[in-house]
């Protein structure tokens, strides 16, 4: 498809102008054939120093009513969480719905929940930039974000569903003056606290190491001295020299390539909870892919939900595009297939294997008791993101943040069906039982959501949201600096070859 | 450790390219105490100012078999040697269940410590101006800065040589920070 409205090689291009096709020029590719060129990843004729400021202005202003009106609401669910801990550490864990037989209840769903969200970030930042997608620049700062801020809300689930939560270090093996009683590094709950707070303290360094230049531009904007104090502190004295620019990429690279298969073995590791017991509908091979394409597919789902804010609070269109939230969409919708795929090879297993009680936990999944959920599960995960096959649908902010909302739901949901259903009917019918949320459950699943909010608010007032080196990297140099190049300068210059000056 | 001083000679350059030029021109002039300050990372630029492929993979390499040492010697000595407990008569070296431990530890020592090693090794060897001086190099300058300290210094027939390298606003930086245009 020709332009007609574009100079061919067009490098500035309007919001309107978008296609999410590529740009063609017949004719022009290296064997004759058409040249495809890729659309601008920023929009609007934006320069270098126009980045700086679109970005860090959310830092550097006074918050708007906006903000204040969002942050005001997080707040609140956040004072329910403590409300909801301080009464649980008084009255204890009777207060919410676990019991026998289900003795896993909405604190393991609510974990697993938040773990996944906090998937997308590490694959955005670290399996993207290892594959070399460079529309990650606009949105990897906020995904990590929200990577750190989704494993805080995990990481506080399985603390305090331990009963006594002031005992949590216990499960930290050092020496000590308890025998020494040792963890038992055979339970997959020690391996969870390894892999979750390595996933935690990874995702961080990465996240910082990718804020590192970006807090030296908002020292170098900063008219008071001690925010630009505090601000050069914080990025260690970055003054963007080569030879540290050398090391960084290095490190980063080497960050990237460590955190890929560290974001698969963390959700492994989660399934692992449920897979090495011997529960029916726990006690399957399945269980490490299908927890880990889960978490990508709710963690991409919370990602557009975030970016629709994003782009519609701190208007961040032009680097945030429709061509970004498509591709989101394009891989909400793998995922949800491949989510597909596991719940029907799960049923076909279940029939497959011929075992009597695998095959009654998965048609008492879902045609018994919680029928509903596993349907609204189903529905939510596999169907609906099946809209995405339409163009139309995939650059539509409003169906992509209905999609991401309906997504979150049912993948809250699959984590339900996964817990309860497997545990309320066991092998003994006289010990079956049913499970209901109590009114702590819910103020705990809501409080997290505010704690989440909360952080990320917080975060979008102080530091830069989009990631303004990255971005600047990936913007043509000819147009994003902006001013002509001095002619009496240019004279002088030695001759470069054009591949160089597209840097 | 390259020496750094508050003197020095800075230049600008239009776009990343002249930048890389430049670097190429400056390096084969024999300048070594210079550096390239620029709002994104150049690529080629370390073959341009001659520094070569960064060692922070092999840090890594020496970081990830730490972790995995720490944690197979941790898990023997506490599962085997210290608190040995029979699970079902399963062995207690039981080394399938300490694979995950082993592989997170790994990933923990490698990325924090080639993280802190490479922000640590980027302040050793930049050579920087000043730190009061404004370079413009994190919004859209690449800036070429040529430090005093360079045994082939001569503050006017530097500015002279930055200025025929093609770079704008070339300014001597004194000893007390300030800017001369």
Request: glycine share 8%; net charge neutral.
């Amino acid at each position: 498809m020709t332009r007609p409205d574009l100079s061919p090689y067009a490098t500035v291009m309007d919001d309107s102008q978008l296609t999410g096709r590529p740009i063609v020029v017949p004719g022009a590719g290296p064997y004759g054939g058409d040249l495809e060129l890729p659309e601008p990843l920023v929009t609007g004729a934006k320069t270098w120093a126009d980045v700086d400021r679109d970005i860090c202005m959310h830092a550097e202003q006074f918050p708007t009513r906006r903000w204040w009106l969002a942050f005001g609401v997080a707040l609140a669910f956040l004072g329910l969480l403590g409300f909801a801990l301080m009464t649980l550490f008084y009255a204890g864990m009777g207060i919410l719905g676990v019991n026998q037989p289900v003795s896993w209840g909405s604190f393991i769903i609510n974990f697993v929940f938040w773990i996944g969200i906090g998937h997308a970030g590490t694959l955005i930042s670290a399996v993207l930039y290892l594959f070399r997608q460079q529309w990650r620049t606009g949105i990897n700062r906020a995904a990590e974000a929200m990577t750190l801020f989704a494993v805080c809300c995990a990481g506080l689930f399985p603390v305090i569903h331990l009963g006594r939560a002031w005992f949590a270090y216990w499960l930290v093996p050092y020496p000590n003056a308890r025998g020494p009683l040792w963890v038992n590094f055979n339970s997959p709950l020690a391996w969870d606290l390894f892999a979750i707070s390595t996933y935690g303290l990874v995702s961080l360094t990465f996240w910082y190491m990718g804020l590192l230049p970006d807090l030296a531009t908002v020292r170098d904007r900063a008219t008071h001295p001690w925010r630009r104090r505090l601000y050069n502190a914080l990025s260690f004295g970055w003054t963007g020299s080569q030879r540290a620019w050398r090391h960084y990429e290095s490190a980063y690279m080497v960050l990237a390539a460590l955190a890929t298969p560290l974001v698969f073995s963390v959700h492994t590791i989660v399934s692992f909870d449920f897979a090495t017991s011997v529960m029916p509908g726990w006690h399957t091979t399945i269980f490490p892919p299908y927890f880990v394409i889960g978490a990508i597919f709710s963690g991409f789902a919370m990602v557009i939900t975030l970016m629709t804010f994003m782009r519609g609070y701190f208007g961040m269109t032009h680097y945030i595009t429709l061509n970004h939230m498509e591709n989101m969409a394009k891989i909400l919708m793998l995922t949800g297939m491949l989510v597909g795929f596991a719940y029907c090879t799960e049923f076909f297993m279940a029939w497959y294997s011929a075992s009597a009680w695998e095959g009654f936990v998965f048609r008492n999944r879902a045609f018994g008791p919680y029928g509903w959920a596993y349907a609204l599960m189903f529905t939510c995960n596999a169907i609906v993101p099946q809209l995405f096959w339409v163009k139309a649908m995939r650059r539509n902010t409003l169906v992509l943040f209905v999609v991401s909302i309906l997504v979150n739901v049912g993948m809250w949901f699959e984590r339900y069906v996964i817990v309860v259903t497997s545990l309320h009917r066991d092998y003994l019918p006289s010990s079956w039982g049913m499970y209901a949320l109590t009114f702590w459950d819910y103020a705990f699943l809501l409080g997290s959501f505010g704690l989440f909010f909360t952080l990320f608010l917080l975060f979008v007032r102080v530091l830069p949201v989009v990631a303004i080196s990255e971005v600047k990297g990936v913007m043509d140099p000819q147009v994003a600096r902006g001013v002509p190049r001095p002619t009496a300068v240019a004279a002088t210059v030695p001759a470069v070859p054009a591949a160089a000056q597209g840097v | 450790m390259k020496p750094t001083s508050s003197t020095g000679v800075l230049g600008d350059f239009y776009l990343p390219g002249d930048a890389l030029a430049a670097a190429a021109r400056v390096r084969a002039a024999g300048w070594t105490h210079f550096d390239m300050l620029t709002p994104f990372p150049v690529h080629g630029m370390e073959d341009a100012m001659g520094q070569g492929r960064s060692w922070i993979p092999w840090v890594t390499a020496g970081l990830a078999l730490f972790g995995v040492a720490f944690a197979q010697l941790l898990q023997n000595y506490v599962m085997v040697w210290d608190w040995p407990m029979n699970f079902g008569g399963k062995p207690h070296a039981a080394w399938p269940s300490f694979v995950p431990i082993t592989f997170e530890l790994m990933v923990l020592c490698a990325a924090i410590g080639s993280a802190i090693v490479a922000i640590v090794a980027g302040k050793r060897q930049a050579v920087p101006p000043p730190p009061l001086v404004r370079t413009g190099a994190t919004v859209d300058r690449f800036v070429l800065w040529i430090s005093a300290t360079d045994p082939k210094w001569q503050a006017a027939e530097v500015q002279a040589f930055v200025r025929s390298l093609g770079a704008d606003d070339v300014r001597l930086v004194d000893a007390k920070g300030g800017a001369d245009a």
